[in-house]
């Protein structure tokens, strides 16, 4: 079975400042990862994803996360904060590109303080 | 205009009474789904279709039904709504493993 854990319901950050954002996740296969982000009174669209290849992720914005199976995380992070970087993410994991269970954690609102 | 497109996005209903929600798509992808939001849950799979002919049950099915009317329309009934089906609805189509999402339809059932 698979879960995801992400730490933190809600991270508040300076802008200008590191973001990280903590994604663990459980697989009894090797997993792909993804993050997606909801802006206000919008639906989610993909940050980034894991497939196996490097383990290092470049996503849109500036956003990265690195995949440690040692620590089996997945977190999110961006080396400074912008006040439109305001919104909810979401980690998600499957077994397979194009599987039709996809799990989501609970999220991480992020604040941006001026 | 928006390559998923749902409607309502926004509905107040009485308990008892049935709703549908619709949605529509432009991506061209045989995947679509229906997935339910509410704080502090993440989102949780309802219904998903593969293409017309293939309709499954997702983690929450229960009180749901849906209908792929084409590849492009995919639609969920609440046959008899109840208060904790208050929720953020979104549909979804899927292509090259990327979700793509709408605007989500609020439900609130009194």
């Known amino acids: 079975a698979q879960s995801v854990t992400q730490l933190g319901s809600h991270v508040s950050v300076s802008e200008g400042a590191l973001v990280l954002l903590r994604c663990n996740y459980s697989s009894s296969v090797p997993p792909y990862l993804f993050w997606y982000v909801q802006y206000p009174n919008q639906g989610l669209q993909l940050l980034l994803k894991y497939t196996s290849a490097a383990t290092l992720v470049k996503g849109i914005n500036d956003f990265e996360a690195e995949f440690k199976k040692s620590e089996t995380s997945f977190h999110l992070t961006k080396p400074s904060a912008h006040m439109s970087d305001a919104a909810e993410y979401f980690c998600a994991v499957t077994t397979q590109i194009g599987a039709s269970k996809i799990i989501f954690g609970s999220g991480t609102r992020l604040s941006i303080r001026p | 205009d928006a390559d998923v497109t749902q409607t309502p996005r926004n509905r107040i209903t009485k308990t008892g009474k049935r709703i549908m929600l619709e949605c529509s798509q432009t991506k061209g992808h045989d995947r679509m789904y229906w997935y339910r939001q509410d704080p502090g849950l993440g989102l949780r799979l309802i219904y998903y279709?593969?293409?017309?002919?293939?309709?499954n049950k997702g983690e929450i099915s229960d009180g749901y039904s849906v209908s792929r009317q084409a590849q492009a329309k995919f639609s969920l009934s609440l046959e008899s709504a109840i208060p904790n089906q208050t929720a953020l609805y979104f549909c979804a189509t899927q292509g090259s493993g990327e979700l793509f999402f709408g605007e989500g339809s609020r439900l609130t059932v009194l």
């Open positions: 279709s593969f293409d017309v002919k293939d309709i």
